[in-house]
Nanobody, 121 residues
């Protein structure tokens, strides 16, 4: 079994900061790319940021310069540092990861349960 568990969401005023964590655990042979997605009420889930196994990053235009994705491979954990938060950043933030389980050669995508971020104006 593989699990992704997010934490760090909450309520914050506009201009504030939050740091999200996504910890992967279980039968992990290799942890490849990890990413954060955001789903606002009534909208589709959109990519916020992604990070490869070697640390290469990619960001949605709306968060460039404000959000930073990072990872600690020793802890199988990805982070999303969110600064200068805006009300439009409100939504459920979910992480996903490409994982090759022990005794497998195939990568599968796993999702966490999501954490709510609410930014008040």
């Amino acid at each position: 079994q593989v699990q992704l568990v997010e934490s760090g969401g909450g309520l914050v005023q506009a201009g504030g900061s939050l740091r999200l964590s996504c910890a992967a655990s279980g039968s992990i042979g290799r942890l490849n790319a990890m990413a954060w997605y955001r789903q606002a009420p009534g909208q589709q889930r959109d990519l916020v940021a992604s990070i490869g196994k070697s640390g290469g990053t990619n960001y949605a235009d709306s968060v460039k310069g404000r959000f930073t994705i990072s990872r600690d491979n020793a802890k199988n954990t990805a982070y999303l540092q969110m600064n200068s938060l805006k009300p439009e950043d409100t939504g459920v933030y979910s992480c996903n990861a490409g994982i090759v389980r022990f005794f497998s050669t195939r990568e599968s995508t796993y999702w966490g349960q999501g954490t709510q971020v609410t930014v008040s104006s």
